[in-house]
């Protein structure tokens, strides 16, 4: 009676996650679909919050927004376990294994082994699924949707990584549907999902939040002192750059995401003009992964470390998604 | 971004590793291409490791100095900083700050060792060794 669970390879991890939870539940939505129907995209530059010194920059809401912002287009019932012990913690998630459910974990992606070393950083709100455990070994099978296929992972380190400590810290997090979810209502819930986008990105009233943390971002770039501290200037500008690509798919991957799940929305609601949206938003993709290589030039030295060009480049990023997202209010 | 544009240039962070990335196809329409590895990416993760790769060597010369403990070592050696350390111990950052100083570290009650290992995913007896 249990199905066999399918693993599908994803761009994002909780995206991933979640599309392959409610697949396995019966309805196939994909990972774009699951993104834009929860109004995952975002852009936030969080100076006080700081990982190894340097600050957050996120191009997606806060981890476990998709999640709950699926619950109620799909009528969808998810449960949330969190736990004060570890041990407490492991012995739900073998309950649940045995009793053949399918459920989404938090980790920090530091103690997973599976992972290239190069990119084990202490990054706490890493979505993978578990989906089965080896009766000999006690290894965990995992569907981890960044990966290309399931892999092993030994009890004690899953262990460590539900339960790693620090910024956003998973406490053992396992979710899972406690029922059947239901396609939405498409002519509602996608204008709905993409309103709330755009109030996101255009109206937040902190200036952090939305396009208006781009420029702000822009602004901590003009700040950095290139001779007196090049180091330091190195090491923000390639932080940034790194929220944006490695951890997650970051800012162009994220802008690729939506403007798929603007592609399918133009195909479900008969309006070609998401259609167009999206192509726009594919162009300010590319120039975030332009934005990205001029930095990685400058940290490598083949061009002067210049911050001020790239906050030049922010700004002008800053100023087409404005546009965009000014757009794409007038087309719902 | 095309599908011909997708990089595959390898990116050796990557462990051999392919990762999932969107392209449009030639009719259009984004889809899921597997990527080899973009060498931005390769750029900005080798400077991150190669930052805690140098506080770890700086830490290792303190040590050796008699200048510091080897807690410290241990800590950039697991990629972590202080206020991670503090938080994964559950210690106040002053005092990991005071435990990383060798006459402090040297006096460390067992309880105190067997938190610092447990944080750092090591056993207590390799606490005070450099590898």
Redesign the interface.
């Known amino acids: 009676m249990t199905r066999e669970f399918v693993h599908r390879?994803?761009?994002h991890c909780e995206s991933g996650a979640i599309s392959g939870l409610l697949a396995h539940h019966g309805l196939p939505l994909s990972?774009?679909m699951v993104f834009g129907l929860s109004s995952a995209l975002s852009f936030a530059y969080l100076p006080i919050v700081?990982i190894?010194?340097l600050p957050l920059v996120a191009y997606r809401m806060p981890p476990r927004f998709i999640i709950k912002g699926l619950q109620k287009p799909l009528q969808l019932k998810m449960r949330f376990e969190t736990f004060r012990d570890p041990a407490s913690g492991e012995r739900r998630l073998n309950e649940l294994l045995a009793a053949g459910e399918v459920v989404g974990m938090q980790t920090s992606v530091?103690?997973l082994p599976y992972m290239?070393?190069?990119?084990?950083?202490?990054f706490n709100a890493h979505n993978v699924l578990a989906c089965g455990r080896d009766p000999q070994s006690g290894d965990y099978r995992l569907s981890d949707p960044?990966?290309?296929e399931l892999v092993n992972c030994p009890a004690p380190d899953l262990l460590?990584a539900r339960f790693?400590?620090?910024v956003l810290?998973p406490k053992g997090l396992l979710y899972y549907p406690v029922n059947r979810p239901q396609a939405p209502d498409w002519a509602r819930a996608l204008p709905a999902a993409m309103r709330k986008t755009t109030r996101i990105m255009l109206d937040s009233p902190l200036p952090v939040i939305g396009v208006g943390g781009i420029r702000w971002l822009a602004r901590a770039f003009e700040r950095l002192d290139a001779d007196r501290q090049a180091e330091h200037a190195?090491?923000f500008v390639?932080?940034v750059?790194?929220m944006q690509?490695?951890i997650g798919?970051g800012g162009?991957?994220f802008r690729?995401?939506y403007?798929?799940f603007l592609?399918e929305s133009a195909d479900l609601l008969g309006k070609p003009v998401f259609?167009e949206l999206?192509?726009r938003l594919?162009d300010i993709?590319?120039e975030w992964?332009e934005f990205?290589?001029a930095?990685?030039r400058m940290?490598?030295g083949r061009d002067p470390l210049r911050p001020a060009l790239l906050a030049a480049r922010l700004r002008a990023l800053a100023d087409r998604e404005t546009k965009f997202f000014r757009d794409l209010r007038q087309a719902l | 971004?095309r599908d011909d544009e997708v990089p595959q240039e390898g990116n050796?962070?990557?462990?051999?590793?392919?990762?999932?990335?969107?392209?449009?196809a030639a009719d259009?329409?984004?889809?899921?291409v597997?990527s080899a590895g973009?060498?931005?990416?390769e750029?900005?993760?080798?400077?991150?490791?190669d930052?805690f790769q140098k506080l770890a060597e700086a830490a290792r010369q303190r040590v050796l100095a008699g200048e510091s403990s080897a807690l410290e070592f241990h800590m950039y050696r697991?990629?972590?900083?202080l206020?991670?350390l503090a938080?994964?111990t559950?210690l106040w950052q002053w005092r990991v700050r005071r435990h990383l100083r060798p006459a402090v570290f040297a006096r460390l009650s067992a309880g105190l060792r067997c938190r610092y290992a447990e944080?750092l995913?090591m056993a207590p007896e390799q606490l005070e060794r450099l590898p």
């Open positions: 390879q994803a761009s990972e774009a700081k190894n010194g530091f103690w290239p070393q190069d990119l084990r950083f202490h960044v990966v290309e460590r790693a400590k620090g810290a190195r090491m390639g932080q750059v790194r690509e490695e798919t162009a991957g690729f995401i403007a798929a592609q259609g999206a192509e594919i993709g590319d992964r990205a290589l930095t990685a940290i490598r | 971004m050796a962070t990557l462990g051999g590793q392919r990762k999932a990335v969107y392209a449009r259009g329409r984004l889809h899921l597997s973009w060498e931005v990416e750029i900005v993760t080798r400077q991150a490791v930052e697991m990629r972590m900083d206020p991670l938080q994964a559950g944080a995913g």
